[in-house]
């Protein structure tokens, strides 16, 4: 009889081994699925941001996975740098370079839901904030950096006005172009840099 109840039991704890736990659960949905999700993630990002220049991942900054949920669910904090192509650029993202910090680079901090199953990885929905690189630490690195100014600075709205206006006039174009966007502005001492976006 004694035998018998020790075989129960070592019956009873190998059925209890092989069911995975929720822990399990939540770790293969963050762990499994992370290369695919932030590609997903960084993807949609920019297929959804239709002003100013394309975003690349850089980091993976945080994730939680919502338990017992069908599909899986990964909520991922990730950072992103702002390249030098705009978006507009039909360029693929692998060859655009992410902006030095000596350029005033703009970082997103982004908070991404993904939906994960089998192997392929949907974006729910996200939220991220943008800030440029710290003007007071550009200046104490680098004084003769240039800072950004805001997209709706006047002064720098005329100079892009003028700009343009030169452009049609002296260039060879049989086509005359008109301001898509201001895409990005930044100053220096002596010079004022415009980052701009045409249609004919």
């Known amino acids: 009889m004694r035998e018998l109840v020790i ?74 740098e702002e390249t030098e192509c705009h978006i507009v650029n039909p360029k693929p993202l692998d060859q655009c370079t992410t902006r030095k910090e000596s350029e005033t680079k703009v970082t997103a901090k982004c908070n991404v839901t993904i939906s994960s199953v089998e192997g392929k990885a949907a974006v729910k929905r996200y939220t991220c904030e943008t800030e440029p690189a710290s003007h007071e630490i550009l200046v104490t690195k680098c004084p003769d950096c240039p800072s950004l100014l805001p997209l709706h600075d006047l002064r720098a709205l005329e100079s892009v006005k003028t700009a343009l206006q030169k452009f049609n006039k002296e260039s060879n174009h049989k086509s005359y172009f008109k301001l898509m966007e201001v895409g990005r502005i930044s100053t220096q001492v002596i010079s004022l840099k415009l980052g701009l976006s045409l249609n004919i």
């Open 7 to 80: 075989l129960a039991a070592l019956v009873s704890a190998l059925h209890a081994a092989s069911l995975p736990t929720d822990t399990d659960v939540v770790h293969k949905c963050q762990e499994d699925q992370d290369n695919i999700a932030t590609l997903e993630a960084e993807s949609f990002i920019n297929d959804h941001h239709h002003h100013g220049y394309k975003f690349k991942f850089v980091s993976l900054d945080s994730r939680s996975a919502e338990e017992k949920t069908d599909p899986c669910e990964v909520i991922l904090g990730i950072t992103l």
